[in-house]
């Protein structure tokens, strides 16, 4: 379902939550598995300072859920799950921590497949993997999809390709002016993308260094101060792509684009706001239906990475959008309940099908 950035915790619907601690190494990791109704859960694994457990807790429950229909709606045999280890990873993180939580992985037989998120990257993923095989996103030298945010851009690409379609009947950002809120890995890739389609960006961050990549790498992209700045100005479309709570109140009363289509993750800051998008004529395409490219990536990785196979199923973001959008209008609701009906549908369909014995 769509997560809201202030839900409150609830395990109820979780099959697994498991709580991992070495005290030597200083690992305190929650793994949360959601749903294994399409196949093993697959979710990365957060490394942050949370103030307190609850707090770790929450987010753990928030992710793993939303990593459930993300993979459904993507069409993998994958269910949902995701972990935390709470601590600051500027102080924790060492070889051992990264290994100890590695065997409380590989001591889930399987039912759970980490992968890099907020606080952990590609090179602790090689780490990991000396003490489990269940472990995705790995470095291309260990046989690994690498950087995930090539195809989560690649994706969102898709997603805005599909929702130009429905508003302005053309599958193509040319001509159109495309705000980006954040030029990480996420945003640069996409104002590549967009700029090759022909059109013309504007973006907003508050790091000098993403800033200074804009200027030299793309000169054309107009830069400005800040997000508030950015949604107010004369723009089609609103992609965020830094944090998650982008759509409150404020915002989507201020925005002047037609279309927010971003990398993102919880962008929705409290139920009620895709009603508000709606009533305000502006077309959300929801987060983790336009940015499972990232997970389409790792996901690759557990048959053998090809880059190309992959691209292909991130490609076909485009047709799960437009899909979606068409849902949306024939059900009279917002995209993001088309959305969530369409993934619950898919864990109920495929999933009751291990009912079925096979001898
Ligand atoms: N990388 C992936 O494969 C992937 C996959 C799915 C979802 N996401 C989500 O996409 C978003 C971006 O991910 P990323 O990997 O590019 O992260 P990143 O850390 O590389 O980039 C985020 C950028 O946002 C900027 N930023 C932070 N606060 C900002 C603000 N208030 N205004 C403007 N800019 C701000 C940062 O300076 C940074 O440049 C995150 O929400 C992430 O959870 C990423």
């Known amino acids: 379902m769509s997560v809201f950035v202030d839900d409150g915790p609830d395990a109820a619907g979780h099959e697994q939550v498991v709580f991992c601690q070495d005290r ?31 707090d770790a807790l929450r987010d753990v429950l928030h992710l793993s859920r939303a990593m459930a229909y993300k993979n459904a709606l993507a069409g993998l045999d994958l269910g949902g799950g995701k972990a935390v280890i709470w601590g600051d990873p500027a102080q924790l993180k060492s070889e051992a921590l990264l290994r100890a939580y590695g065997r409380f992985v590989q001591s889930l037989g399987g039912r759970y497949y980490t992968a890099c998120d907020v606080g952990t990257y590609v090179p602790d993923m090689d780490v990991i993997a000396r003490e489990t095989r269940f472990v995705t996103g ?32 053309s599958p193509t950002l040319a001509g159109r002016r495309v705000g980006i809120a954040g030029l990480g890995k996420v945003g640069k890739y ?47 479309v609103y992609a965020p792509c830094a944090l998650g709570g982008a759509l409150d109140d404020d915002t989507v009363a201020a925005l002047r684009a037609r279309v927010v289509t971003g990398g993102a993750n919880n ?15 502006i077309l959300y395409t929801p987060d983790y239906l336009v940015n499972a490219g990232g997970v389409i990536q790792v996901a690759d990785e557990i048959e053998g990475f090809d880059f190309d196979r992959a691209k292909l199923r991130a490609t076909r973001i485009f047709d799960t959008t437009r899909t ?19 993934a619950e549908r898919r864990m109920v369909e495929v999933g009751r099908l291990r009912s079925i014995h096979l001898g």
């Open 24 to 54: 030597h190494t200083g690992l305190k990791a929650i793994i949360g598995i959601y749903s294994t109704a399409l196949g093993p859960a697959l979710g990365g694994t957060r490394f942050y300072p949370y103030a307190t457990e609850e």
């Open 324 to 342: 979606i959008l068409q849902l949306a209008d024939a059900d009279g609701v917002p995209p993001a309940v088309a959305a969530d009906r369409l």
């Open 138 to 169: 790995r470095s291309v030298e260990h046989g690994g999809a690498g950087d995930s945010s090539i195809l989560t851009a690649w994706g969102v690409f898709q997603g805005m390709r599909a929702a130009a379609e429905h508003v302005w009947g």
């Open 190 to 236: 996409l104002a590549g993308h967009l700029l090759s389609d022909g059109a013309s960006v504007v973006a907003t961050d508050v790091s000098e260094a993403a800033l200074e990549w804009a200027r030299i790498t793309h000169p054309q992209i107009d830069l400005v101060a800040d997000t508030t700045a950015l949604i107010t100005s004369d723009i089609d």
């Open 267 to 281: 962008q929705l800051a409290h139920p009620g706001i895709e009603k508000s998008l709606v009533e305000r004529g």
